[in-house]
């Protein structure tokens, strides 16, 4: 039995049982289950707190989880990231007063107040930095004016908590975080988990593309190949009025209304987009 950990709560908890479930796996349908079976999938889902998870998968007590970068690398165990599932993005970055530190090189004899601590110190020690890590649980934006510490370190979206605390960001980003699956680091192989991998990794992908369909003269079919020249070449059928044809192609979800005129312009008629649910590539 697979044994997987997913958010009970939070930014990661909805998008995470979504995955799942468009992956082919049983979700819980109340809030309240800590613990969900899915035999079909020989699987067991243990909804934890997003900052326990790597602890569990990392001790060996869970074989995988879903969980932020920012709170593995900030857990200090032996789990490892190994996908990157491209929601719940944030990014981690240092914030002052303005005119106090200008520059992250100017760190050194500070006190920063951050939650995540490990990521603080690790990134201190990368550049070299002496400063003292004030830990706090929430609201460190609050902690300069109160004379706590003199730098935040903080997951910032626009920066309108901190600019609304009076501080402005300093120097690049610490780190840039998201959801993520997490293992133990020297975990054995297994084939439970090589398809679950597989099966989010063809969510993720099939959530980036769409099918597209079209009627195109024959004339103009290389053309329209090149325009949608899909992920190894585009399917092409013939119909019954021997001038056209019919093209099937995946295509950038981004991209596909601008192929759709393109397109057109080329003479393409019954041109038709459709959702890809899961694929395997």
Known sequence: MLRVAVPNKGSLADPASTLLSEAGYRQRRDQKELVLADPANETEFFFLRP????????AGQLDVGITGRDL??????????ILALGFAGSTFRYA???????????????????????????????????AEVIKLDGAV??????????????????????????????GEP?????AVVIRRVGAPGDAQVEQLIRRLNGVIIARQYVMLDYDIRVETLDEACEITPGLESPTVSPLHDKGWVA?????L??????IMDQLWDLGARGILVTDIVACRL
Do not use: C, F
């Open 51 to 58: 900052r326990d998870i790597a602890t569990y998968v990392g």
């Open 72 to 81: 593995l690398l900030d857990s200090d165990t032996e789990a490892e990231e």
């Open 96 to 130: 002052a007063r303005p005119g106090t530190v200008d520059d992250i090189s100017q760190l050194d004899g500070q006190r920063v107040a951050t939650s995540y601590a490990r990521v603080v110190e690790r990134d201190l020690e990368a550049r070299g930095a002496h």
């Open 141 to 170: 934006e609050t902690a300069v004016r109160l004379g706590v510490a003199d730098v935040v370190a903080d997951v910032v979206e626009t920066g309108a908590t901190l600019r609304a605390a009076g501080l402005e960001i300093v």
């Open 174 to 178: 610490i780190l840039r975080s998201e």
């Open 247 to 251: 093209v099937r192609s995946m295509v």
């Open 253 to 258: 979800r981004r991209d596909a209304n601008a």
